[in-house]
């Protein structure tokens, strides 16, 4: 039976772990621009009052997701890197820097379980590097359990999207200054519907936020229940942001809400 498990209790994950080791260091409170102002729910980021940490889905997926991010990026409320890691079980994040390395995301990437690909615009790397779909060694997951090795046999590898979670300039600075990627294959997606991200502004409608690019990695994967599952939680959490925001009731019947307890339902 394939369902989502709502959280009844909510542990910290790889991101919130790496907000609270960015805060720990931090000299002065990190004060975010054109946000909610007051009290936030530690885990969902969301004023109390429109908490949704009772509707978040976890999903065990054959895929997993490296986020590499970029300094104050995990402090920013308006993350969306956090909302993978919400979803997708193996999901790991980093703290960014051009100088040192995190000892444990080499030996991530030394997994011989994992067929990393950097998630990247084709048109700024190499042609010979830039792939559009999945090697042929690596097992197309269908949100099969990950520990069975029931999709593609044990002999193949599960997917490992290394997203890098920043700005554009600052994501063009760290895919040139990470020579620990160059190895990998350059996963190039050419997504056809614009961002319907609304919690920052783009001068592009085609530059997608960090969630929806996960989740066109699943959907890709062949992990189309996570994938779905990602862009509701991602519509739920901008509505109930977004009203907490602008001080408005919160709203627990809109087609988000519908769709994202639709896939809680065994099939």
Not at 32 to 54: F, L, N, Q, T, V
Request: charged share 20%; net charge positive; proline share 9%.
């Amino acid at each position: 039976m394939n369902t989502i498990d709502i959280a009844s209790g909510v542990t910290p994950h790889a991101v919130a772990r790496l907000r609270a080791e960015r805060l720990a260091r931090s000299s002065k409170p990190f004060l975010a621009r054109g946000g909610m102002k007051g009290e936030r729910c530690p885990h969902c980021r969301i004023h109390p009052s429109h908490c949704i940490c009772a509707l978040r889905p976890n999903l065990p997926t054959q895929a997993g997701v490296c986020l590499l991010m970029a300094d104050i990026e995990p402090l920013k409320p308006s993350n969306t890197g956090w909302l993978i890691a919400d979803v997708v079980t193996d999901t790991w994040a980093f703290g960014w820097t051009r100088t040192e390395v995190d000892p444990a995301l080499l030996t991530l990437l030394a997994d011989p379980q994992w067929q990393p690909y950097v998630v990247f615009p084709g048109e700024f790397v190499a042609e010979g590097r830039v792939v559009h779909a999945l090697l042929p060694d690596t097992a197309p997951s269908g949100g099969s359990d990950p520990q069975s090795g029931a999709a593609g046999g044990p002999s193949r590898k599960r997917p490992l999207f290394i997203l890098l979670d920043a700005t554009w300039p600052e994501a063009r600075k760290m895919f040139r200054k990470s020579p620990y990627l160059d190895r990998f294959p350059v996963l190039s997606l050419q997504p056809e519907q614009i961002s319907r991200y609304r919690l920052r502004r783009s001068r592009r409608d085609d530059h997608f936020c960090t969630s929806e690019v996960g989740a066109l990695c699943l959907e890709l994967a062949g992990e189309t229940r996570a994938a779905q599952a990602l862009e509701a939680w991602l519509d739920v959490f901008s509505l109930h942001y977004l009203r907490a925001k602008h001080q408005l009731p919160p709203l627990w019947d809109s087609e988000a809400h519908a769709r994202l307890q639709a896939l809680g339902r065994p099939r």
